[in-house]
C-alpha cells in the first residue's frame, strides 16, 4: 500500500518561497506518476503540477513560471519549489500519485498560507 507524507507547508509573506515534499512509500515511485493539487474549503480540489515517471511536467496556467515540480527517484521523493508566492496561492497542498494501473493515492495535506 502506497503511503505519501507532505512537509514544508506553512506561513510566508507575499513574494517568499516555500518548497513542499512528499515522501513516497510502499510503492513503485518510479513508475508513477506523480502530482501537486491544492484545495481551499468549500472549492475543488484543482491541478498545481505534474511530472510523469520519465520527467516531463504539466503547470496550472496560475502557476508556471513560478511553481516547479521535481522528482528523486532515489529518494522517492517529490518536490515543489514555489516562488513569488501570492495570497491566492494559499491552499492546502496534496501529494497524489497514479502507478501504472491507474490507481491513485493521495497524502494528507500541507498548510500553505501566504500572508503579510
Known amino acids: 500500500q502506497v503511503q505519501l507524507v507532505e512537509s514544508g507547508g506553512g506561513l510566508v509573506q507575499p513574494g517568499g518561497s516555500l518548497r513542499l515534499s512528499c515522501a513516497a512509500s510502499?510503492?513503485?515511485?518510479?513508475?508513477?506518476?506523480m502530482g501537486w493539487y491544492r484545495q481551499n474549503p468549500g472549492k475543488q480540489r484543482d491541478l498545481v503540477a505534474t511530472?510523469?515517471?520519465?520527467?516531463?511536467?504539466n503547470y496550472a496556467g496560475s502557476v508556471k513560471g513560478r511553481f516547479t515540480i521535481s522528482r528523486d527517484n532515489a529518494k522517492n521523493t517529490v518536490y515543489l519549489q514555489m516562488n513569488s508566492l501570492k495570497p491566492e496561492d494559499t491552499a492546502v497542498y496534496y501529494c497524489?500519485?497514479?502507478?501504472?494501473?491507474?490507481?491513485?493515492?493521495w497524502g494528507q495535506g500541507t498548510l500553505v498560507t501566504v500572508s503579510s
Open positions: 497524489n500519485s497514479r502507478n501504472p494501473g491507474g490507481r491513485e493515492v
Open positions: 510502499g510503492g513503485l515511485f518510479s513508475m508513477s506518476a
Open positions: 511530472i510523469t515517471p520519465g520527467g516531463s511536467t
